[in-house]
């Protein structure tokens, strides 16, 4: 197979991470990830990776808590993530940097575009954490910036369904899945399959985003190389 995209920014989100425990890591779901990634590196694809927080915490979770100091706590989450997939993805033999939004330098770089473009130059995977560096932002809005900072060819959105439906189809059987949706129709319509300044950022940008399940077998690899599964977003 040959890969349709030369670089790309996969969104994993933290609950993904976590496997069928809710919370933590699961190693073997890590693995899984590892191993595509390391196919699709291989190919000569250049990754960059964004990971949610949520396996550890979820601003709402902090209900008494200040919003900035309960979005700072989620912050370090993705740090966490970020940390444990660095390892994941080192032992495998592919060189890894963590640059994060917030300055943490005894565990990782800071975010700086040039350095993290020299780092896809070198054959390097770069995972981004801290979101954007502030409170009131989700990662997807950071996976949204950074997408459109390294003109990545295509956002791609490891979800645990397997695209994006018209409504939950957790708590509607009869919820309708879209293979194509244009970015006016999600915020028009308020769809949650991602954030609105997400959406309307990739939409100015004419970034696309792939939405998929991470479930899948070889979800990643058979996005990267042109299948067409999920749920397409774009302007059209």
């Known amino acids: 197979m040959l890969p349709k995209y030369k670089r790309v920014l996969i969104k994993l989100s933290g609950e993904a991470l976590a496997g ?3 919370h933590g890591l699961d190693e073997n779901v890590i693995s899984g990830v590892v191993n595509q990634i390391k196919k699709i590196h291989d190919m ?3 990754v960059a990776l964004v990971i949610g927080g949520g396996n550890f915490w979820r601003g709402r979770q902090g209900k008494q808590m200040e919003r900035t100091t309960a979005d700072h706590m989620g912050m370090l989450a993705t740090v966490m993530n970020s940390l444990a997939m660095m390892d994941a993805l080192e032992q495998r033999g592919i060189p890894t940097r963590v640059q994060t939004a917030l300055i943490m330098t005894s565990v990782a770089e800071p975010y700086i575009l040039r350095k993290a473009l020299h780092h896809f130059e070198k054959g390097r995977v770069v995972i981004m954490a801290c979101g954007t560096g ?3 932002c989700s990662t997807d809005t950071a996976a949204a910036q ?3 900072e390294i003109q990545a060819d295509v956002l791609m959105m490891a979800k645990n369904i ?3 439906y018209d409504s939950d189809p957790k708590l509607n059987p009869n919820a309708k899945k879209y293979d194509h949706i244009n970015y006016l129709d999600i915020i028009k ?6 954030d609105t300044t997400a959406a309307t950022m990739c939409m100015e940008n004419n970034i696309p985003v792939l939405a998929f399940g991470l479930e899948e077998e070889n979800s990643i690899i058979r996005v990267v190389c042109g299948e ?3 749920t397409i977003i774009d302007n059209n």
């Open 162 to 164: 397997d695209g994006i």
């Open 228 to 230: 067409r599964m999920g």
């Open 146 to 148: 950074r997408a459109c």
């Open 134 to 136: 502030n409170p009131y």
């Open 189 to 194: 319509n308020g769809i949650k399959a991602m």
């Open 20 to 22: 069928a425990a809710g």
């Open 44 to 46: 000569g694809v250049q």
